[in-house]
């Protein structure tokens, strides 16, 4: 099933897309079918399954007309993983050390499907990440590689758009990876039994229709598992947690000349079988 997050009547709500009664897909609005207030307070509960049950497939609004948050709009942790495809790893001249880089978004630097990326007043060179978000399920610590992917709800797309020159002005990323609007999260969290082969998932990143980066999921140099593993031990990972995978080689800042994005430009991440994320991109106004 693919689960979203979105507004409607002004107020956050969450539901699932399901066959429409007219052309096109709908969403049911299961907040307003249930008592939860998000969709990470559901998978919290483990619900989703009985709610997908309860709430049945009579779509309450088209998907098309459907306003979107961030899949999960306000994680515990957004845990983000650099330098985690060999070819990002050879044209940035870093990564290898053979453990996960691990840095960190926060919640309020995420916008939904379809919502502007914005490019910050104090820099010219926001750049475009495309990647694979996994998103936890059931909480754990220390997870086994036999157990970790029953912790996992399921997968999402995300655009890491990256502020570069303030990224780079330490060796920390935080500064470079937390303006306002710059973490494309969305359309939405597609279930395990829908993704299928985790190995065979197949990420495309398009600049104003123009492929900028393509790679599939079982490039990853630490893969979905190994993560699970990682981060559960110096964390506990919790329901409705995002897991930030990675993004493949042909970023902007590596290429001669480098390309960033600005006022106008339309940014998009496909991961099949998941879906397309969309984000126009604008200049921040004075």
Known sequence: MRWLSFLRDGSETFGYVTASTGDGEGVVDAGARSDFSS??????????????????????????????????????KIMCVGLNYKAHQEETGRGGEGYPTIFVRFADAQM???????????????????????????AGRRIKAADAMSHVAGFSI??????????????????GKNFANTGGFGPWMMTLDEVGDLDAMEITTRLNG????????????????????????FVELKPGDVIVTGTPGGVGAARKPPVFMDDGDVIEVEVKPIGLLRNPVIAEEA
């Open 210 to 233: 123009e492929v900028m980066q393509n790679a599939t999921s079982d490039l990853l140099v630490h893969g979905f598992v190994e993560l699970l593993q990682y981060c559960s031990t």
């Open 158 to 175: 995300y655009n890491d758009g990256s502020v570069r020159d303030w990224q780079r002005q330490t060796s920390q990323f935080t500064p």
């Open 39 to 76: 969709l990470g307070e559901a998978i919290a509960a483990g619900a989703l399954e009985q709610l997908a049950g309860s709430c049945g497939d009579s779509a309450d609004l088209p998907l098309a007309e459907v306003d979107f948050l961030p899949t999960i709009t306000n994680p515990s």
């Open 112 to 138: 939904g499907h379809g919502a502007p990326m914005i490019r910050p007043l104090e820099s010219g060179a926001l750049d475009f990440e495309g990647e694979i978000a996994m998103i936890i399920g059931k």
